[in-house]
């Protein structure tokens, strides 16, 4: 006699109607039901098509970025020189490129986790680290640091305590009635807005030429960054790997009300504080190291959901495709308007601004 394990995370009624089929790889209506000894994962299929065909993507848009340039490096000598085979081209590709290709890569998927679960906290599409204040708490720490004749190498870890001092002041103004997800949002726009101003204040009592640098690094770029700002995201990634690995199956609880939630044995206040503390954590290590880069944590979420099709964002989908978009927008700023470089923050502005109108139309037709 088979007895049917039931998969971690709740149900919804698509997957209660299909538990009555057992065996390893059971199909529940678009999902499959994998079996790992005494652990069962509930897989969706498309989800796993969708992550595979933005990996595919991902491989060839970093080809693209290494190919792309002055020289051009032809794709073949691209692929030759990153296994090792030995070209002429190897200082271009290797040493010059792939730094700021790889950072892109990885600062692209660290925004689309960060935007992923708080969007998931807060049930709101619009709700992201440069929206709630988190990036313009880090802006101004970095404002401020930039103006006042620190030191470059100091810059970083100083937006990082910005943007984590910014997380605190949001969770103290959100945390009561549980962290409920329509005052997490308005404390964090109240955040993003008192610290925004006072980084207007400090940027126009400041040294034009200081000012400037400051400019550039609230728009977010790339340029003259390479593998010590990847180590430090890839390494907050993977130190996280155990909490990203536990908010994967913790996001699906998002959506039930906490009625519900405590019914079938959860906790959502202690789920709904790890999630955005994760989230706000990623996202100040990353605009730490690459500055205020819009848009990519909001867009990558949504519409990485809708192309898996799911009631959440899913995060492997939105980490693949944070990356990249991440990775295109700073080709297209190196290259567009050759030899001026656009910083990669101006790109992502010019989809996220679109993309707001795409929400507001679609709200419209369905309200109507």
Not at 30 to 55: D, F, M, Q
Not at 82 to 102: F, I, N
Not at 154 to 169: D, K, N, S, W
Not at 273 to 295: E, K, P
Request: proline share 5%.
């Amino acid at each position: 006699m088979t007895t049917t394990q039931r998969p971690s995370g709740p149900l919804d009624a698509a997957d209660l109607a299909g538990t009555a089929s057992t065996g390893a790889g059971a199909r529940l209506s678009g999902r499959s039901l994998l079996r790992i000894g005494p652990v069962s994962l509930l897989i969706r299929r498309r989800a796993v098509l969708v992550a595979a065909v933005l990996t595919v993507l991902l491989l060839l848009a970093v080809v693209l970025s290494l190919s792309l340039g002055t020289p051009y490096v032809a794709p073949a000598d691209v692929v030759r020189a990153l296994s090792g085979a030995g070209t002429p081209y190897d200082l271009v590709v290797l040493d010059l490129r792939l730094p700021r290709v790889v950072l892109a890569a990885v600062a692209g998927a660290a925004f689309g986790v960060a935007g992923t679960l708080i969007q998931s906290v807060a049930r709101n599409p619009l709700a992201s680290p440069d929206v709630i204040g988190i990036t313009q708490g880090a802006g101004l720490a970095a404002t401020v640091a930039l103006t006042s004749g620190m030191a470059a190498v100091l810059v970083a870890p100083t937006a990082l305590v910005g943007g984590l001092l910014a997380a605190v002041l949001l969770f103290a103004l959100g945390a009561r009635h549980g962290l409920a997800a329509q005052r997490f949002v308005l404390a964090g726009v109240a955040v993003a807005f008192g610290f925004r101003a006072l980084t207007e204040v400090v940027m126009l009592t400041a040294d034009p030429i200081d000012g400037l640098r400051a400019q550039i690094w609230l728009i977010g770029t790339l340029a003259g960054k390479g593998w010590t700002e990847a180590t430090w995201i890839a390494g907050t990634l993977l130190v996280l790997l155990p909490v990203l690995a536990w908010a994967g199956w913790a996001l699906n609880s998002t959506a039930l009300d906490d009625d519900t939630a405590r019914g079938v044995g959860l906790r959502p206040v202690a789920r709904r504080i790890g999630l955005a503390g994760t989230g706000v954590l990623v996202a100040a290590m990353v605009t730490a190291q690459v500055g205020a880069v819009d848009f990519v944590a909001l867009v990558a979420p949504q519409v990485a959901r809708r192309l898996v099709r799911a009631e959440r964002p899913p995060l492997v989908c939105a980490a693949l495709l944070g990356a990249l978009l991440l990775v295109l927008a700073d080709l297209a700023g190196r290259r567009l308007f050759a030899p001026t470089q656009l910083p990669a923050g101006v790109l992502t502005a010019a989809i996220g601004g679109p993309y707001l109108i795409f929400l507001l139309l679609r709200g419209r037709r369905r309200s109507s």
